[in-house]
T-cell receptor
Framework: ELKVEQNPLFLSMQEGKNYTIYCNYS?????LYWYRQDPGKSLESLFV???NGAVKQEGRLMASLDTKARLSTLHITAAVHDLSATYFC????????????WGLGTSLAVNP | DGGITQSPKYLFRKEGQNVTLSCEQN?????MYWYRQDPGQGLRLIYY???????QKGDIAEGYSVSREKKESFPLTVTSAQKNPTAFYLC?????????????FGSGTQLSVL
């Protein structure tokens, strides 16, 4: 059974600092997604990672995938307040194209 | 603008009542999904549909029902058999079945029990 673990679940950081959110998964997968959710709002797609060594960057966020370690990271560079949100990773079940297994989310607060 | 519209934004259910959550998309997407989100938890899949007139159960389908009579619409009914319906419900869609396709989400419906 595919399980997805994110850590930390809560993260409070100062503006200007760097930090990394981790997403581990338990069995083989062929795709991994990162999403952002603002409180009480919808989810917004950030990145789709498909292959080992994949790296994608958008602004202050960079995501990477290591399929051998079954690990993805979301790195935040020089955090700003606007990045405060909950970040979810979701992993595709290799045996079923339609099902994603979601992590619990990392609630990020960036303080001035 | 293309997108997914969920309504209502807030919904209250009385004991023993069925309620229906609406989800409409104008993205011309083939696949649609319903997820449930509880506080502090990840999303859990209720039902999904890959084409019109076809749908499959997700991980927590008990107490829910869906229909897919039109490509644009995928309503979710929360039946009285769902004993713990209070949650945030999110509808999503995707263009097709390729693994690089991301999900587009609606703004959600918060369902509470009176």
């Amino acid at each position: 059974e595919l399980k997805v673990e994110q850590n930390p679940l809560f993260l409070s950081m100062q503006e200007g600092k760097n930090y990394t959110i981790y997403c581990n998964y338990s069995t083989t997968s062929d795709r991994l997604y990162w999403y952002r959710q603002d409180p009480g709002k919808s989810l917004e797609s950030l990145f789709v990672l498909l292959s080992n060594g994949a790296v994608k960057q958008e602004g202050r966020l960079m995501a990477s995938l290591d399929t051998k370690a079954r690990l993805s990271t979301l790195h935040i560079t020089a955090a700003v307040h606007d990045l405060s949100a909950t970040y979810f990773c979701a992993v595709g079940n290799a045996g079923n194209n339609r099902k994603l297994i979601w992590g619990l989310g990392t609630s990020l607060a960036v303080n001035p | 603008d293309g997108g997914i519209t969920q309504s209502p934004k807030y919904l209250f259910r009385k004991e023993g009542q069925n309620v229906t959550l609406s989800c409409e998309q104008n993205l011309n997407h083939d696949a649609m999904y319903w997820y449930r989100q509880d506080p502090g938890q990840g999303l859990r899949l209720i039902y999904y549909s890959q084409i019109v007139n076809d749908f499959q159960k997700g991980d927590i389908a008990e107490g829910y029902s869906v229909s897919r009579e039109k490509k644009e619409s995928f309503p979710l009914t929360v039946t009285s058999a769902q004993k713990n319906p209070t949650a945030f419900y999110l509808c999503a869609s995707s263009k097709g079945q390729r693994k690089n396709e991301k999900l587009f989400f609606g703004s959600g419906t918060q369902l509470s029990v009176l």
